[in-house]
């Protein structure tokens, strides 16, 4: 995760982007800084991402790459505006991290966990991925071979949920949320095969940023203004912790797309 200072809203090949809107740094590392400390409090280990000069997205930290088991499947970003933050991704698990990651750098475009999620008892461990606006459909073949596990390819449709994690999360162990809209109807009879009892977000609540968010499988933080997904979160037995991001929403992401999930 990177403090938002060098956060600037630079190009428009995001729908949510508009290049002119004013951004305020000081509410917007507030927020990322309350975002930070909710995950403290729920007792994650916390790891910073240096901001480096010239990459105004890298507050996106979601998008640098993707792990499972370990293993570190490297981000190749589609817009060259993000290329050089896969390089400082794949610095800070080969070379700052304790841990004895295994990286493998990707031949495929994709954008790590912006377009891959995963769900670690469903069907003994899958991988949802989305493609149709950034990461390549042949990233989810690499990916599965990478991984050893099962990869289900699903197309967006709607340029509005341009990376997977704008439109589905997962929310524990075996189940997800998603917004059914956002997907083709093939994907999405997919997802109601393998998903049954998912968590169905409306629009008003997708478009909100309310599925760009991140689950302990009990806390789920997500974004404030997502009212109505937290209302049917505490139905579902989750507890919702709404976090404030208005302005990381101006570039396009929420609370989802700010973190990068390390599983051991
Ligand atoms: N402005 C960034 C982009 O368009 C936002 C990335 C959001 N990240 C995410 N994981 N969805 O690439």
Redesign the pocket.
Known sequence: MCPPEHFV?E?A??P??DTMASVDGELAHKQWEGLRQALVRLGHDVHVLSPEIGLP?MV?A??GAFVVDGIVYGAR?K?P??SAEAVAHRRFYTERSAHPWRFVPPVATN?????FAYVPDAYGGIVLAGYGF?TEQAAHTEAQEVFGRPVISLKLTDPRF?????ALAALDDTNIAYYPAAFSDRSRRVLEQLFPSAVIAAEDDAVAFGL?LVSDGRHVVLNSDAVGLATKLSAAGYEPIPVELSELKK????V???IAELRH
């Open positions: 809203v190009y090949i995001n949510w982007m997205d996106y979601a998008n970003f817009h505006q993000r954008e790590g966990e912006g377009d950034r341009y990376h997977l994690d704008t760009n570039g396009g992401g929420s989802k797309c700010c």
